[in-house]
């Protein structure tokens, strides 16, 4: 059974028009898939939290509809035509939906919301499910879980997890929350990317990309799957194995993301085979909030970013060299976090179809909630627990997610295309991973890169299906123009 907030109602018609912003370009990449395929869930992803404790779902509601009437972000919406732009609506309407205890499984549920999908064209990019249980684990009381779905044009993980605090504060205070609009927001963000000088940002990425061929998959061709839809595998390190990783990558001085783009980089030069030095290319996503603009760290928006990481390997070089080569190129890439894959692409006169990265590393990273707030939810008889995430569909055949546990585990999860990669293949892709994530603190300064992939000696490489032709969305919002005005994707690549 599920329960509905009342709704509000939105600016009738013939009243003023609302205010608007030229559409950066998070909403121009994601536009194109608008049109045909809402029902596939495609750029929406959902965080979970665990509530424990009591839960007044009319006082949440109003709490939510607060968060909503302050944060631009919940009352804007993409607007579609030749120059598409961006509406902020005076009102939006919150929607949250209560799941009763015994209603439809959990997975069964997570799957239908996601599928459901979002409306960018309609405010608000964010819905709230509270889905009540009965069996909590540590017998401490009522547990309710709280997922928020949201989509990718408008919305990050990072920005969720921002309007969660804001969430539970206006909970707090009563449904209410204290305090005006937030500023910055989606208009100061937009303010500063039409501020920048591309000028330098395109020195940097034409000198980062080297030419000629760039190996991009981490298997090999092989035949068609004849399995659909996307896929998951996940393998795990222990505590003592993480542990071990993080000693190992510190006292190189590199991060711990740096040994997880190396081992991924490994794999990927083993995919091409090419016998000497060879360049790979992967994607590495970035917050999008280490930028020049005040409070950018508590801005919701679609900041999220990821960039081309491409890096020369040879089997003869030491692993150590690779390792600080991958973070130095991290540290440079940092300045220029605020740039579109699909300019990076123009820029160094690469197709916009994703020739310098087929796959992505990404390692969570969400901000936690300030201590002062964890203390007045506990004095309220509250306590919020996360939930591992569950992503969206990235447009690629492959993505390594990387999520650190709250027990010092380190979870590695293999998202896959199935129709490019199948479950056997994707599995494994995970464990040769997983393996050499393990085999690298047994590694000195002399040890070699050959020498590490030497642990795989042997073992069968995965394998993957050619790209499959797919005709563009009908109904499409950025629809190809005659040559001699330039094409509408031209014109959206052509902001930072």
Not at 211 to 227: E, F, I, M, S, Y
């Amino acid at each position: 059974m599920a329960w509905h907030s009342r709704p509000r109602a939105l600016r009738g018609p013939g009243t003023a028009r609302p205010p608007g912003v030229p559409a950066l370009w998070p909403h121009l990449d994601l536009l194109g898939d608008f049109g045909g395929r809402r029902g596939a869930g495609r750029h929406v992803e959902q965080l979970v939290w665990r509530w424990h404790g009591p839960l007044d779902t009319e006082r949440f509601a109003a709490a939510w509809q607060s968060v909503v009437d302050r944060e631009s972000v919940l009352r804007a919406a993409l607007a579609p035509g030749p120059r598409p732009h961006l509406v902020l609506h005076e009102h939006a309407h919150g929607d949250v939906v209560r799941h009763r205890a015994g209603g439809a499984g959990w997975d069964r549920l997570l799957e239908r919301d996601r599928r459901r999908g979002l409306d960018p064209s309609r405010p608000c990019p964010l819905r709230v499910t509270l889905v009540e249980r009965t069996d909590d684990p540590a017998g401490a009381g009522p547990v309710t879980r709280v997922v928020l779905t949201f989509h990718h044009a408008l919305l990050d993980a990072w920005s969720v997890c921002l309007l969660m605090q804001e969430l539970c504060r206006a909970y707090l205070a009563g449904g209410e929350l204290p305090g005006g609009e937030r500023r910055p927001d989606l208009r100061d963000w937009a303010g500063w990317l039409q501020r920048q000088d591309p000028a330098g940002a395109r020195d940097f990425w034409r000198g980062a990309v080297p030419d000629g061929p760039v190996a991009v998959l981490p298997a090999r061709p092989g035949p068609r799957t004849r399995q659909r839809g996307r896929g998951r595998t996940e393998v795990r390190l222990s505590p003592a194995e993480a542990e071990r990783l993080h000693r190992w990558a510190a006292l190189r001085a590199v991060p711990d993301s740096s040994a997880l783009e190396t081992v991924w980089a490994l794999l990927l030069y083993r995919a091409a085979g090419p016998g000497g030095a060879a360049t790979v290319g992967f994607g590495v996503t970035v917050s999008g909030r280490g930028i020049t603009l005040d409070c950018a760290e508590r801005l919701p928006g679609p900041l999220r970013n990821c960039l081309p990481m491409v890096v020369r390997v040879d089997p003869g070089e030491t692993v150590g060299r690779l390792l600080t080569a991958l973070r130095d190129r991290a540290l440079d890439m940092a300045a220029y976090e605020w740039v579109s894959t699909r300019r990076i692409h123009r820029w160094t006169g690469r197709c916009p179809d994703g020739e310098l990265l087929q796959s992505v590393v990404s390692v969570d990273s969400l901000p936690r909630p300030p201590g002062n707030l964890r203390n007045e939810l506990a004095d309220a008889g509250i306590a919020l627990e996360p939930e591992p995430a569950h992503g969206a569909c990235p447009d690629l055949p492959v993505a390594l997610l990387v999520r650190p546990g709250g027990d010092g585990r380190l979870t590695f999860c293999v998202d896959h295309d199935r129709n490019r990669i199948s479950d056997a293949d994707a599995r494994l892709l995970a464990g040769h991973c997983a393996r050499l994530l393990r085999h690298l603190p047994g590694t000195d300064e002399a040890t070699t890169n050959g020498a590490v992939l030497d642990v795989l000696a042997g073992e069968a490489l995965p394998r993957i299906a050619p790209r499959p032709s797919r005709p563009r969305p009908a109904g499409s919002w950025l629809r190809p123009r005659s040559t001699s005005s330039g094409a509408a994707v031209d014109r959206a690549a052509s902001h930072p």
